[in-house]
């Protein structure tokens, strides 16, 4: 089984910047699409952004140039800096590697 420890977020005022990271331990037999999303009460979880194996990235609308996603694969690694933060970004981050989910982080956005 594959583990996912999420670190970072929090509460920041409008227009701050927060990052996470994820990191991958266990049974990781290849390199696949890491991902994060977020869910906020009565709402699906969403996709906020992935990253392929390659390097490639794609973004949820709500958060197009104004997020980063990249991976370290030496380190089993995604991040995700997050800029210009709005109230709207305020959710539980969750991150997603090999159909596993991490635990959930809290970022909190305030006007």
């Known amino acids: 089984q594959v583990q996912l420890m999420e670190s970072g977020g929090g509460s920041v005022q409008a227009g701050g910047s927060l990052r996470f990271s994820c990191t991958a331990s266990?049974?990781?037999?290849?390199?696949?699409?890491m991902g994060w999303y977020r869910q906020t009460p009565g709402k699906q979880r969403e996709l906020v952004a992935l990253?392929?194996?390659?390097?490639?990235?794609h973004y949820a609308d709500s958060v197009k140039a104004r997020f980063t996603i990249s991976r370290d694969n030496a380190k089993n690694t995604v991040y995700l800096q997050m800029n210009s933060l709005q109230p709207e970004d305020t959710a539980v981050y969750y991150c997603?590697?090999?159909?596993?989910w991490g635990q959930g982080t809290q970022v909190t956005v305030s006007s």
């Open positions: 997603y590697y090999l159909s596993s």
């Open positions: 266990g049974r990781i037999s290849s390199i696949n699409v």
């Open positions: 990253i392929t194996s390659s390097g490639d990235t």
